[in-house]
């Protein structure tokens, strides 16, 4: 499905299209709190995001999107209800972390299992898992185009939707679009606080 508005155009990305969707979130999120808490070294940083990234495009029940020429990208999952979108990292043994994460991968599991905890499921909604745009693109709107473009049809259906803001920035951005503070923010040791934030549908 593509939308076109005055800001961009948005389209739901294919197989092809899920390589920029990762090219899009790498670049958006090198400098981002979380991500620097997570993999501190930049080399590590950009290695290893991108694998992050295609783990999140293979759940099944994802859709991917890409906004302007390739310059933004978002992530959005339906859960069903009582299902958690973090199994993955949430689930793993204590003191075996996730493969292939190197040092991060402790972190990646730990952040998981709070993000887990706090994540709604006595509903089934729509779950922002990631949503960036490249860095000379932002603050044009294409957050904003994203955000619009699958909310007008969560609305129309009546789903509620859940995310956490990684930054006082994007938090801000999604308070105009009507998501509310769940709670006080995640934390895990010393990493950067994660803002849960659920948006009820609008009649």
Do not use: I, K
């Not at 293979?58 to 906004?67: D, F, I, K, N, W």
């Not at 679009?177 to 934030?197: C, H, K, Q, S, T």
Request: net charge neutral.
């Amino acid at each position: 499905m593509s939308l076109n508005t005055p800001y961009a155009s948005v389209r739901q990305a294919d197989g092809a299209g899920r390589q920029a969707v990762v090219d899009v979130f790498t670049e958006a999120f090198m400098d981002d709190p979380v991500a620097c808490w997570l993999f501190p070294e930049a080399d590590e940083r950009s290695r290893l995001q991108p694998h992050f990234y295609r783990s999140l495009l293979t759940h099944p029940a994802g859709e991917a999107y890409l906004a302007g020429r390739s310059e933004g990208a978002s992530l959005w999952l339906r859960p069903a209800a009582g299902q958690s979108p973090h199994g993955e990292y949430a689930e793993a043994p204590e003191g075996d972390p996730p493969a292939d994460f190197g040092a991060g991968g402790a972190r990646l599991r730990a952040l998981g299992r709070e993000l887990a905890r706090r994540h709604p499921d006595g509903e089934p909604h729509l779950y922002l898992a990631c949503m960036g745009v490249v860095a000379r693109r932002q603050g044009a709107g294409l957050g904003s185009a994203m955000l619009r473009h699958r909310l007008e049809r969560a609305d129309a259906d009546g789903t509620a939707a859940y995310l956490e803001a990684s930054s006082a920035r994007s938090r801000a951005l999604y308070q105009r679009y009507g998501f509310e503070d769940l709670g006080a923010p995640v934390r895990v040791a010393d990493g950067p606080p994660l803002w849960p934030m659920r948006r009820r549908p609008r009649r």
